[in-house]
């Protein structure tokens, strides 16, 4: 049974690079429209934050820093399944402390911003 998520929720997906590269990212996003009118399966996350996945199938991604996304593609639409909730990100507090930048810094403000004026 999948999860309902509402417009606005915090979540985390692994899939395919949208650009197309073929290469596997992981990120971190906003939930900007709930369902897709073609595909209910599908909803549409804004996209913020991002890092490789390695191809490998290990985890050593995980200790990769997330990078701002500024790609073209956003929102993207992902399936339900692959969504999982995320309980907090780095940059709604404003620092990156935990992710090795100084405290206060913000990289990822203007998107941010730009997701809530959406």
């Known amino acids: 049974?999948?999860?309902?998520?509402?417009?606005?929720?915090?979540?985390?997906?692994?899939?395919?690079?949208?650009?197309?590269s073929g290469a596997k990212i992981e990120i971190q996003g906003i939930v900007s429209k709930n369902e897709d009118y073609r595909d209910a399966r599908r909803i549409a996350v804004r996209i913020a934050k991002f890092r490789p996945r390695p191809s490998s199938g290990t985890d050593d991604s995980q200790n990769t820093p997330m990078e701002?996304?500024?790609?073209?593609?956003?929102?993207?639409?992902?399936r339900k399944e692959d969504l999982w909730r995320v309980p907090k990100m780095p940059w709604q507090d404003g620092t990156y402390?935990?992710?090795?930048?100084?405290?206060?810094?913000?990289p990822g403000g203007e998107i941010m911003e730009s997701i809530e004026t959406d």
């Open 1 to 20: 049974m999948s999860q309902a998520f509402q417009v606005g929720d915090l979540v985390g997906a692994t899939i395919d690079d949208p650009d197309g």
């Open 68 to 78: 701002p996304w500024t790609s073209e593609s956003n929102p993207v639409w992902i």
């Open 97 to 106: 402390a935990d992710e090795g930048y100084g405290e206060g810094d913000n």
